[in-house]
């Protein structure tokens, strides 16, 4: 019985050597699992700030394109706005020139009837 009982504790202190091994093993691991872990976490905290950093500049250029398209279309309505007085102004200028030209008829034929009575006029003193 005596050796029944020592080969019973021999073999349990066998497994518990070797539970304790393992245990050993897998705290190693563990240890090495958890320091990639946090490397990795630190590498995907990096990866997220210059994405974030990214995002950012995208953000500023989207903002500043925006800006130069209010610009643009602001000095586009201007630039329309001018246009449309020049347009203007030059229907007026085309209307006076149109009434100066009738004036300047209208004075021709007088002059052309000036012209002709003054030659009858000439002609009767002549006749006289």
């Known amino acids: 019985m005596y050796r029944a009982m020592l080969s019973m504790s021999e073999n349990l202190h066998t497994r518990v050597r070797g539970l304790v091994e393992n245990m050993d093993k897998t705290s190693d691991q563990l240890v090495v699992s958890s320091k990639e872990f946090a490397t990795n976490?630190?590498?995907?905290?990096?990866?997220?700030?210059?994405?974030?950093d990214t995002v950012?500049?995208?953000?500023?250029?989207?903002n500043s394109q925006k800006k130069s398209a209010d610009d643009s279309v602001a000095a586009m309505e201007e630039i329309a706005?001018?246009?449309?007085r020049i347009a203007g102004s030059s229907a007026t200028v085309s209307d006076a020139a149109v009434q100066a030209v009738d004036i300047a008829q209208s004075g021709d034929a007088a002059m052309k009837r000036m012209l002709f009575f003054k030659r009858v006029l000439a002609f009767f003193r002549d006749c006289l």
């Open 81 to 84: 706005q001018g246009i449309s």
């Open 56 to 62: 950012k500049v995208i953000y500023e250029g989207a």
């Open 41 to 52: 976490a630190d590498d995907m905290l990096m990866m997220g700030q210059s994405i974030n």
